[in-house]
């Protein structure tokens, strides 16, 4: 194995790493690159193309002049793996099917457990192929399409089609190029008109080699009436090598549909994580973004909801947490373009040491959309007297009838909390820890109960050794 | 000596100003004392340095917990071995319910997981006994109380985590007369022999309800006198003045 394929993952809580040589690992951003990964998933010309007038234009697209630095990530393009298949046939549906060693790293993280209790279905991506891949049998039979977004590809082609980077297309930002470009993995989703999907369904990623930029892309289809919520782990070890994680999500959320998109992403503090999220709501729809990012070194994601339908809301909630050496820059997007539609931005960020935690949102009002409501609440929590954080809070209301709200706090971790916690036997780091689970509870309260216990605990971790 | 809480000359300043001139107490478990005083005597500073605040210097002196010096202690380590202060100005911590808090704070007090069935045991007999309802469970800790309500919320604390030793600081300031009983009720379950309590107050009225078997005086930074409950009815008729003079005049 290569020196940079080499972890220094003690501390890290899913920091192991498996003896499995890859199949292929392409390195280097170039058209060679592209045609490969499209030949190696035995893709049809169109998506061929697509792939290649997307590198085109992420060479031509600038960098952003704002937010975090990036520079640093500029210089390393060249260095990260942008295609990595691990030696497995291709999805497997059922867990005999999965090779010893991929299923060893599975136990690891708990997923067959999981498996047996509420999911609907398990989504299991291993580095860039999806090898284990299972649908409950009653939601097969109700129309239900959870697959890769290979399979997606593969089987469903024409629906893809109607669908893939129509809300995201690669002239969107230079990040949605980079991944309209080299994507792996990911998941596709379609719920049929009026079929409510009761429990979530659950897809677990895992970046597992050094250097490795995973570009997963998931497209998520609910059309009229239907509901579904959609989960998403996201954990990966720690590398010696800075990595990459550029993702592209779109959801189609139809007239009357429901759907929410939750996310917990615990990333290694060398990765940069840029994320395009969007969503579009039609007539009397709702779309719920549900985003919690810990970890990375530099994360940018504004999950956006495009409220195009009368009456359509939606609602995004997030948390951010930034360390020393980390920068957070993470916000929402509403769109309002038609009447009475409604949404809603709750944003907690927590600094702590010299990290630094940014909102960036906007809420745009169209001319056409009378009676537009928009709510944005964010709050930032400073752990240490050298933590920061910044709010950039864009509003371009077109429309006199709109009742738009927004409200901005910043507060630090208070001595007379401590203390009182304190008295009550908590140590200051369970009582640092308690006070921040406390200030993240109006967004962990809308989180499925294994998710809330797994988000508590992996506060309590970042806040260990905190205060003092 | 075990058996005490005992505060030996203790001195204390608060950014270089010397609030607390040498006080010396001692409170026998099994028994109630009263500690009453006037306003900026340092009452509450001696709470809250006995309950191990470190926003307060102590510059001399000691605090023994059944013998051991737990001067040095942090305020969780003095919890853990049984001592309890109820804040007179209760601190509010935003999206932290009522019973997640105590089952946490329950824990540490135990030294392991409470039994889930001795937990809501012990919530719903607090409970039924302050006449409360059992939605507080569920509440937010102190984000929205009343006054009144936030002074419950501490004995509610008191009856769950069964401190050996309590300090309760103006628990009755704000209080109307049923709730003041409500509150006492709550105090008064908890007396006997593997308890302790000193009981700050203003008034006379409280104890009234609560009747101690001591009351200590306080005036700027020291317990200047020591008596029976017939002291704190004394001091309701006649004022803190005559006090004041007979110290200046010793
Ligand atoms: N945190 C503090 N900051 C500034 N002054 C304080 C503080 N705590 C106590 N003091 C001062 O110490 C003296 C005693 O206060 P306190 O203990 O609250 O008295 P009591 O409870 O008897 O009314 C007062 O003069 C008060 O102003
Ligand atoms: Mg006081």
Known sequence: MPEDLKHIADDYRWGFRDEIEPEIALKGLTPETVKKISEAKGEPAWMTEFRLKALETFFKLPWPKWGPDLSELEKKLDEFYYYVKPPAKGPAESWDEVPEEIKKTYERLGIPEAEQKVLAGVGAQYDSEVVYHKVKEELERQGVIFVSIEEGLKEYEELFKKYFAKLVPPTDNKFAALNSAVWSGGSFVYVPPGVEVEVPLQAYFRVNTAGFGQFERTLIIVDEGAKVHYIEGCTAP??????????????????????????????????????TQRA?????????????????????????????????????????????????????????QAEDTSGRIVSK???????????????????????????VECDALLIDPESKTDTYPYMEIENETAQIGHEATVSRLADDQIFYLETRGLSEDEAAALIVRGFLEPVTKELPLEFAVELNRLIELEMEGSVG | MANRLEIQDLWVSHEGKTILKGVNLVLPLGEVHALMGPNGAGKSTLGKVIAGDPNYQVEKGRILLDGEDITELTPDERARKGLFLAFQYPVEVPGVQVANFLRLA?????????PIAEFYARLKEAIELLDWDE????????????????????ILQLLVLRPRYAILDETDSGLDIDALKVVARGVNSMRGPEF????????????????????????????????????ALELEKRGYDWLKAEVAGA
Request: aromatic share 8%; proline share 3%; net charge positive.
């Open chain 1, 238 to 275: 720690l590398y010696t090598t800075e990595a990459l994680h550029t993702g592209v999500i779109e959801i189609y959320v139809h007239k009357n549909a429901h759907s929410r998109y939750t996310t917990i992403q615990n990333w290694p503090t060398n990765m940069y994580n840029l994320v």
């Open chain 1, 280 to 336: 579009v709501v039609e007539e009397g729809g709702y779309h719920m973004w549900l985003d919690g990012n810990l970890g990375s070194k530099v994360t940018m994601k504004y999950p956006s909801t495009i409220l195009k339908g009368r009456g359509a809301r939606s609602e995004v909630l997030s948390i951010a947490f930034a360390k020393t050496g980390q920068h957070l820059d993470t916000g929402a997007k509403l769109i309002h």
């Open chain 1, 349 to 375: 960020s927590i600094s702590k040491g010299e990290g630094r935690a940014s909102y960036r949102g906007l809420v745009k009002v169209s001319p056409r959309a009378d009676r537009a409501k928009a709510n």
């Open chain 2, 106 to 114: 329950l824990k540490e007090r135990l030294g392991q997981e409470p």
């Open chain 2, 135 to 154: 939605s507080v469970l569920s509440r937010y800790l102190n984000e929205g109380f009343s006054g009144g309500e936030k002074k419950k919320n501490e």
């Open chain 2, 196 to 231: 302790a309590a000193l009981v700050i107050t203003h008034y006379q009225r409280l104890l009234n309800y609560i009747v101690p078997d001591v009351v200590h005086v306080m005036m700027d930074g020291r317990v200047v006198k020591t008596g029976g409950p017939e002291l």
